[in-house]
């Protein structure tokens, strides 16, 4: 019942990689699943307000 519970640096790194290509490529699909629903392809038109005050000094 002796089992070595060390892993071989080879092993290691396989096992990391996997897990960081599969975090890659799900990152990858959930933000083009949502990114279609989220945003309207719309053009948004911005009206400054004529009280606003105008900030073009920097202090």
Do not use: Q
Not at 10 to 37: E, N, P, W
């Amino acid at each position: 019942m002796s089992e070595n519970k060390n892993l071989d640096r080879k092993k290691f790194l396989s096992i990391v990689g996997l897990g960081a290509g599969i975090g890659f490529l799900s990152s990858l699909t959930v933000v083009k699943l949502f990114k279609s629903k989220i945003y309207n392809r719309k053009n948004v038109s911005v009206k400054i307000h004529p009280s606003a005050v105008k900030r073009n000094d920097k202090v």
